[in-house]
């Protein structure tokens, strides 16, 4: 079984129940250098870190699926995830509006659900 890595809590109830989910309440960058710090542990990316049509300063929630299994480091994997956490210290971070979090949250559901899906 793989290996939730998320800091939205639709995520975490959506998935606690069938994943391992690593639920980190932090930001966009802590949850790009917690996976990043799983991978150089040996875990493998089985999502990408910056999917879907979402700018990295448009939602503070993420999730990404990575192996549970280790093996030795992988370097796509790291390179994935570094030019990821790059790209995402390009956008300034926004404030954005309680009443659009729920959102949000339901648009990283949804894309982390869809790559799932589509991996099963």
């Not at 994943?19 to 990043?36: H, K, P, Q, S, W």
């Not at 990821?84 to 009443?99: G, L, N, T």
Request: proline share 5%; glycine share 2%; net charge negative.
């Amino acid at each position: 079984m793989d290996i939730v890595v998320t800091n939205n809590p639709l995520v975490k109830a959506q998935y606690e129940d069938r994943y391992t989910v690593n639920f980190i309440e932090t930001d966009l960058l802590g949850i790009l250098t917690a996976v990043r710090n799983l991978i150089h542990k040996g875990h493998q990316l089985l999502t990408h870190p910056l999917m879907g049509s979402v700018k990295p300063n448009e939602s503070p929630y993420k999730s990404v699926v990575i192996s549970k299994i280790t093996e030795s480091t992988n370097a796509q994997s790291v390179t994935v995830i570094e030019e990821s956490i790059q790209a995402a210290k390009k956008f300034s971070p926004r404030d954005i509006p309680e009443q659009c979090l729920n959102d949000l949250q339901v648009v990283d559901l949804s894309l982390i659900s869809s790559a799932i899906d589509y991996n099963k």
